[in-house]
């Protein structure tokens, strides 16, 4: 039986994705250095993406492919 994602996490990933995304197009593809507050909110926000994946059956190896679908593939 699958997890019940609700909503609220649903939309967390999507929102963490959205920013963990745009950190790793600028540190890897514009090869922009990452502010301070950057890399702390990267931290968190990795964090917790991880942990609400893992609460809801993501492999870690799904979630990679989640964080990096399109990523070097899209023009920033």
Partial sequence: MQPDI???SRQKIADH??????????????????SDVE???LDYRMQS?????????CTDAKLAKMLFR???DADY
């Avoid at 993406?49 to 059956?57: A, C, M, N, T, V």
Wanted: net charge neutral; hydrophobic share 45%.
């Fill in 6 to 8: 609700s909503k609220y």
């Fill in 17 to 34: 994705l959205l920013v963990l995304r745009n950190y790793a197009a600028k540190s890897l593809i514009n090869l922009s250095p990452l």
């Fill in 39 to 41: 890399i702390e909110d």
């Fill in 49 to 57: 993406f991880l942990e609400i994946g893992r609460s809801i059956g």
């Fill in 70 to 72: 399109d990523c070097f």
